[in-house]
């Protein structure tokens, strides 16, 4: 079970953000807001707001337990940008784009694997284990 959240039209470069989402994917939300908490600036306080949403999701609507979930997936997209205009010399001004950003976080339970059984070697009926080799054996 996979849990969603959504911050959208956030007023900061999606660049700034993207590097801190990379960090955070495969960690306990736990984590990844501890891990945040000692950061500076905007994003790593924008980034755990929508962690700690997606988090609530999780346990509240779908009754995961806590101790289980795991971020799966931090994707930030563009969003639409303020176009602005710095005045410059000789009556000129040059364009600005005030960027925004959109996050989606995926929160889900770990996927604990069982153990795969070995299976024996197989052995031919001369007693020699079967060529794993394309070649023919010399007698």
């Not at 590097?19 to 945040?36: I, M």
């Not at 795991?70 to 000789?90: A, D, E, H, L």
């Not at 925004?100 to 031919?124: F, L, N, Q, R």
């Amino acid at each position: 079970m996979e849990t969603i959240a959504q911050i959208k039209y956030l007023r900061i470069s999606p660049k700034k953000i993207k590097q801190l989402g990379r960090l955070t994917v495969g960690l306990s939300p736990q984590n990844a807001l501890d891990r945040l908490e000692h950061l500076s600036g905007k994003a790593p306080k924008l980034l755990s707001k929508a962690i700690s949403s997606a988090k609530s999701n999780a346990v509240n609507n779908l009754k995961l337990n806590l101790q289980n979930l795991v971020i799966r997936q931090v994707s930030i997209g563009k969003g639409p940008f303020f176009k602005r205009w710095q005045p410059v010399s000789r009556g000129m001004a040059h364009s600005i784009k005030k960027r925004t950003a959109h996050i989606t976080i995926k929160v889900g339970e770990k996927e604990i694997k069982a153990p795969e059984k070995k299976e024996p070697e197989k052995i031919s009926a001369k007693g020699k284990p079967p060529m794993l080799s394309g070649k023919k054996e010399a007698k």
